[in-house]
């Protein structure tokens, strides 16, 4: 917002019924004027109806998984049932808080929604979350269970040799923390959800908030079907292609499945359909325009982060009424951006880099 709307909704907050004519006065500009930065503030959404109701939603809200990530990396050829040189990293991860993560570095007000133990894993997610800007003040801090932990071994490839994932505390990511949370999570401008939830619990809460804007990041093949049955409260949903043959019964095999596939959902309800398709790009839909949208390939440093900056992209361009085709393209600009780092989420994301990558693949 700019400054003068900023005023004047300080103006129209004292005094609903203000007129024009009197914000005109008080700011010593012309009425004219005036109507103009009204029409921009009803556009944006920020104010609604006579009377000038101010539209009080200021935030994005992400209810979702958080964890720490411990990997380790042998130095030479991994050796079974004995202790190998190495590296071991530790970072903080999770879908939902990834995407929070993006989302604050794109300038957005980002509260997150999860569960962390009261333990040094808790601490870290907690305090590296809110040094990159996200809200972390209504996790909830809990003791039946330790933080949600992924620790994997890698091979000398640098590919995944063994993993455990020990996620047993998002079941206190329940009802009861939804019902606690329902005040300020109802308030968001966008909700995005991610299936780390239980499948009865992502059900009760897209239901309650069913009035929000609602997005969905599926996470995996098995855990995208917790959201089957509630896929038409989500006003846009972005499943890869395993994803969305398994959401939709429809096997995928070319351009003409791919829209059947969107006609499956526009029809259950949601508003903008992205299948995220690998090398061969992203298939748009919004049930009036769609199309098929590829990127230069290039050689990723580390692509385990792309699809949370694609996810966080699509709301930044939500809240930012691009239409169809500039939400893709910038979204798959963010994805190239994350790709482009060998951390999960680029420390220089940014808007601005984001429209730098756009412009070079305009120019290719």
Known sequence: MTQRELEIIEIIRNNPFVSQQEIADLLK???????VHITNLVKKGIIRGRGYVIDERDHVSVIGGANVDIVGYPFEELRKADSNPGEVNVSIGGVGRNIAENLAKLG?????????????????????????????????????????????????????DVAIASMNIFRKLDRKYIDENRQII????????????EEDVLHYAVQLFKDNKLFLDTVSHTKAMR??????????????????EALSGITISGKEDLEKVAKYFHDEGVINVFITLGEDGVFYSDGRNSGLMKAKRIIPKNATGAGDAFQAALVHAELNMMSIEEKTRFSMAASIMAMS????INPEMSVEKIEEIMKNMEEK
Not at 29 to 35: F, G, H, L, N, P
Not at 115 to 135: L, Y
Not at 235 to 243: A, F, Q, S
């Open 108 to 160: 957005n007000h980002t509260k997150m929604f999860t569960v962390v133990g009261e333990d040094v894993h808790g601490d870290k997610i907690i305090n590296e979350s809110e040094a990159s800007g996200i809200d972390m003040s209504h996790v909830s801090r809990v003791s039946e269970y330790g933080t949600g932990t992924y620790l994997a071994v890698l091979n000398k490839e640098n590919d995944m």
């Open 186 to 197: 109802s308030k968001s401008k966008v909700i995005v959800f991610d299936t780390n939830l």
């Open 341 to 344: 780092a060998y951390t999960t």
């Open 227 to 244: 959201a089957k049955k509630v896929i038409g409260y989500f006003h846009t949903i972005k499943p890869n292609r395993m994803e969305a």
């Open 29 to 35: 500009i012309t009425r004219s004027s005036v109507a």
